[in-house]
């Protein structure tokens, strides 16, 4: 049974920085495509970027430049590091993972296993 683990989520001011942390269990990890979501109150889940067993990262437009994902040196923890953070930024974060697969996409119809979420609110 697949697991993935958030964490990191806090309250920070505007232009502020957290590392959000996704941590994987019970896959083999190097199988495995994590991506990041976010989903805030009455809005559509939406990607904020991905990485795959490769080491292939995708961001969309929105995000390039604030975020970066990266995957830890155990390999069973990907990490999200959001610089300059907006309001618009507040949302619950997800981590979900397509196993065996090396498609990096931002897509949630192609996540079969997700974490419970953190919260992450930038606010003043």
């Known amino acids: 049974q697949l697991q993935l683990v958030e964490s990191g989520g806090d309250l920070v001011q505007p232009g502020g920085s957290l590392r959000l942390s996704c941590v994987v269990s019970g896959l083999t990890f190097d199988y495995a495509t994590i991506g990041w979501f976010r989903q805030a109150p009455g809005k559509e889940r939406e990607g904020v970027s991905c990485?795959?067993?490769?080491?292939?990262?995708y961001y969309p437009s929105s995000n390039k430049g604030r975020f970066t994902i990266s995957r830890g040196t155990d390999k069973n923890t990907v990490y999200l590091q959001m610089n300059s953070l907006k309001p618009e930024d507040t949302a619950v974060y997800y981590c979900a993972a397509q196993r065996k697969s090396l498609a990096c996409t931002t897509l949630a119809g192609a996540y079969n296993y997700w974490g419970q979420g953190t919260q992450v609110t930038v606010s003043s």
């Open positions: 990485i795959n067993a490769v080491g292939t990262v």
